[in-house]
């Protein structure tokens, strides 16, 4: 399939530990964001890239959080040092972005994180 | 207040029943309109784009009130697997980091 696709779907890992979170979008679509959303929650804004500039990182929780897109593709969000209230599911999403609005956003699977 | 606000629910319906959800959002310049459902540990998949003339989808209608800043979900004939969280989401301008998401509202069609 040609989908929005995230890698890994789990991951667990010990407290302090570094991770790293991959999105690869669906091919052509320029816009690329971050969500995170913990259980029964409503959806988190991270960031969102245009291209492989990011004109809106104000959703990063704190700087143990960033996030790069290179050749306007794949992106990846990596957090640092991790803490137990970084366990969420951290969604990726892409969409064409003319400058028009009106193209909706494609979601991958998620990776589900749990901080031990 | 939020920028994009939803019915609370949850909606318990029976199958075959049409419900109604609403939504408002506070920016009176936003462009694009959608709404998006969410089954219970999956991603939110696109349901519809709104039109401003409104557009109907199968059992699926939505409408966009501009003047009111309102945006409505009817399902008819509610089937069983149309229970999910529906999420209305606005984007203010021209460009993608101007998506809002509602909280949503959660829908179960009861037997």
């Known amino acids: 399939g040609a989908g929005v696709s995230q890698s890994p779907s789990n991951k667990v890992t010990e407290k302090g530990k570094d991770v790293e979170l991959r999105c690869d979008p669906i091919s052509g679509h320029t816009a690329l964001y971050w969500y995170r959303q913990s259980l029964g929650q409503g959806l988190e804004f991270l960031i969102y890239f245009q291209g492989n500039s990011a004109p809106d990182k104000s959703g990063l929780p704190s700087d143990r959080f960033s996030a790069e897109r290179t050749g306007g593709s794949v992106s990846t969000l990596t957090i640092q040092r991790t803490q137990q209230e970084d366990s969420a599911v951290y969604l990726c999403a892409s969409s064409l972005d003319r400058g028009e609005g009106n193209q909706p956003q494609h979601f991958g699977d998620g990776t589900r994180l749990s901080i031990l | 207040r939020k920028e994009v606000e939803q019915d609370p629910g949850p909606f318990n319906v029976p199958e075959g029943a049409t419900v109604a959800f609403n939504c408002t959002y506070s920016n009176s310049a936003s462009q694009s309109f959608f709404w998006y459902r969410q089954d219970c540990r999956k991603e939110p998949k696109l349901l519809m784009s709104?039109?401003?003339s409104g557009n109907e989808d199968g059992r699926f209608t939505a409408q966009l009130n501009r003047a009111s800043q309102y945006i409505s979900l009817l399902i008819r004939d509610s089937k069983l697997s149309d229970s999910a969280t529906y999420l209305c989401v606005v984007n203010k301008g021209n460009y993608g980091q101007n998506f809002v998401f509602g909280p949503g509202t959660r829908l179960s069609v009861l037997p």
């Open positions: 709104v039109y401003s």
